[in-house]
């Protein structure tokens, strides 16, 4: 299982991103043995590749500050931006496995930051892929591997879309007072509901803001510069096992 798991993340990116993270940070040549020994492993991955985004995006940002500092100002904007908007999408999808939207309940175990991890090490690859072509104004590179994100996107936005329906519905049944309580399955009031339908909110906004301003900032986009860029952001957010769990009762 922990096996097939980690083959899924690699294919959440397209081939040119899966090359560039591998490089960058190679994956353990051993498969972990327990969860625990698992999710440590992926949170050095994540951490790793965080810093070979941040190193590529220094490359494009950083010659900025002195020949156009308007650009400059905008990219370091963005990108802050950029970052915050992935660390809440990417806390989003690992929250989602711990609620179960059948009985309201939110739940914990040793696995949690598991999913988080692998979620912000796929938009670390990709981020880190796209500022580094963009440094060697390798342009086709960057086309080629967004045209990569197309069906995934599509199959993304569906399953998210479908999961805060769900979410929705739980929360509108939700009770107006829940009882504190030290045990590791508790019941969501609707007071814990809002800032969670908010959060999923804003994971699926996000992308389409911060794609208009990466475009503007590119020297010549494509007419589909903004759709491409918003689909390779959502295409990475993966709530398909938190929606298969509701729907399988699990």
Same mark, same amino acid.
């Given at each position: 299982?922990l096996?097939?798991t980690l083959?899924?993340?690699?294919?959440?990116n397209?081939?040119?991103?899966?090359?560039?993270?591998r490089?960058a940070c190679?994956?353990?040549?051993?498969t972990?043995d327990?969860?625990? @020994?698992?999710?440590?492993?992926? !949170? /050095?991955? *994540?951490?790793?590749?965080?810093? %070979?985004?941040?190193? +590529?995006?220094d490359?494009?940002?950083?010659?900025?500050?002195?020949?156009?500092?308007?650009?400059?100002?905008?990219?370091?904007s963005?990108?802050?931006?950029?970052?915050?908007w992935?660390a809440?999408?990417?806390?989003?999808v690992e929250?989602?496995?711990?609620?179960?939207?059948a009985s309201?309940?939110?739940?914990?175990?040793?696995?949690?930051?598991?999913? @988080?991890?692998?979620?912000?090490q !796929? /938009?670390? *690859?990709?981020?880190?892929?796209? %500022?580094?072509a963009? +440094?060697r104004?390798?342009?086709?590179?960057?086309?080629?591997?967004?045209?990569?994100?197309?069906?995934?996107?599509?199959?993304?936005?569906?399953t998210?879309?479908?999961?805060?329906?769900?979410?929705?519905?739980?929360a509108?049944?939700?009770?107006?007072?829940?009882?504190?309580s030290?045990?590791p399955?508790r019941?969501?009031?609707q007071d814990?509901?809002?800032p969670?339908l908010?959060?999923?909110e804003?994971? *699926?906004?996000g992308?389409?803001?911060?794609?208009?301003?990466?475009?503007?900032?590119?020297?010549?986009?494509?007419?589909?510069?903004a759709?491409?860029?918003t689909d390779?952001?959502?295409?990475?957010?993966d709530?398909?096992?938190a929606?298969?769990?509701?729907?399988?009762?699990n």
């Open positions: 299982m096996a097939l083959a899924a993340v690699l294919a959440a397209p081939n040119p991103v899966e090359a560039w993270s490089k190679p994956p353990p040549k051993q972990p327990s969860n625990i @020994e698992m999710k440590f492993s992926e !949170q /050095q991955r *994540a951490e790793c590749l965080k810093k %070979a985004m941040n190193k +590529a995006l490359k494009v940002i950083v010659p900025l500050k002195k020949s156009k500092p308007p650009a400059f100002k905008e990219w370091m963005l990108q802050a931006d950029y970052n915050r992935m809440e999408a990417c806390a989003a929250e989602a496995n711990w609620v179960d939207l309201g309940e939110r739940s914990m175990g040793t696995g949690y930051g598991f999913t @988080e991890s692998q979620c912000l !796929q /938009q670390f *690859a990709w981020r880190g892929f796209y %500022a580094d963009w +440094a104004k390798d342009w086709n590179g960057i086309q080629q591997a967004l045209q990569g994100f197309s069906e995934s996107a599509r199959k993304a936005r569906d998210l879309q479908a999961y805060r329906s769900k979410a929705q519905a739980t509108a049944r939700a009770p107006a007072h829940v009882e504190e030290d045990m399955v019941q969501l009031a814990d509901w809002k969670y908010e959060r999923l804003r994971a *699926a906004s992308p389409e803001a911060l794609a208009r301003r990466q475009c503007a900032l590119h020297p010549s986009p494509a007419p589909d510069c759709q491409r860029f390779s952001l959502l295409s990475q957010l709530f398909s096992d929606l298969n769990n509701q729907e399988s009762g």
